[in-house]
């Protein structure tokens, strides 16, 4: 007989044991066999049947008319919201230096939520004495880029000529800077070579005036994150990077965030 749980026996059921966790996320893939599931999951037929039963109880598991084991729709929807919180304590987890040293405040609340999708996400770590080799790393991940997204509290020398050459390379480019990084960036050109560059190839250049506390570019097959320590300096020496495409679309909103709080530059 099936049995109406409250949400204590849910979280008991399905988080409290890998067992139960593990065969939900198996059939979130596909409807599966016993002999699927326990080749899977390296377990015997007994200890994977008395799983099930009370997976079958709790309505989150049935068998289908070929005797395969499916997730019922509340299955599906309960298993999603165990993955993403699985994934978000990985990613914590896995960075959790990177965490608790940087100031966080740069991430909004939505993004936050989403953690989860930086799961396949690595922390580059630089000498402080060879800072150039950043650089380098981040210059050949945006080369191939289609397009690309910038948000930027900080101003390097070196970024008005990668930017310029992406530009001219017809790259779709949208930047977000602060007043201090657009006076460098004209400073750096020129106003009137800046002014030029802008009209010609339509770079969509757009200024916040805040006092941001994240710097990151997203393209088409890469992001990096750079962030600020908790004593209010940016930390060149760390950066997160990854080119899953999860990653990649939270960067996409973390953008949309600030690009919605900027206004356009105009000449």
């Not at 599906?76 to 990985?90: E, P, T």
């Not at 950043?134 to 397009?147: D, G, M, N, Y």
Request: glycine share 4%; hydrophobic share 40%; net charge neutral.
């Amino acid at each position: 007989m099936r049995k109406k749980l409250d949400s204590r026996d849910l979280h008991r059921l399905v988080i409290c044991s890998d067992l139960r966790k593990n065969l939900l996320m198996c059939l979130n893939e596909d409807k599966k066999s016993l002999g699927d599931l326990r080749n899977e999951l390296d377990i015997s037929s007994t200890t994977a049947i008395h799983a099930l039963r009370e997976l079958e109880k709790s309505n989150l598991v049935f068998q289908d008319k070929d005797k395969n084991y499916a997730l019922t729709k509340i299955g599906r929807i309960l298993i999603l919201k165990v993955a993403d919180c699985s994934n978000a304590v990985d990613v914590i987890k896995k960075h959790e230096r990177f965490w608790l040293e940087h100031d966080l405040s740069g991430i909004p609340g939505h993004l936050m939520e989403k953690i989860g999708w930086l799961k396949d996400s690595n922390i580059v770590q630089i000498d402080s004495l060879d800072i150039v080799k950043t650089h380098e790393s981040f210059v050949r991940f945006i080369k191939p880029a289609k397009w690309l997204k910038g948000v930027s509290p900080i101003f390097s020398a070196d970024y008005p000529v990668v930017f310029k050459e992406m530009i001219e390379r017809n790259v779709n480019t949208q930047a977000i800077v602060t007043n201090a990084v657009l006076k460098k960036t004209v400073d750096a050109f020129g106003k009137e070579n800046f002014d030029k560059l802008i009209s010609k190839y339509q770079l969509d250049l757009s200024v916040i005036d805040e006092d941001l506390k994240v710097a990151f570019t997203v393209t088409d097959g890469f992001l990096s994150v750079g962030l600020f320590t908790n004593n209010g300096l940016y930390d060149p020496t760390h950066d997160l990077i990854s080119t899953d495409d999860k990653a990649i679309q939270w960067g996409i909103e973390l953008f949309e965030y600030y690009r919605k709080k900027a206004k356009k530059y105009e000449n």
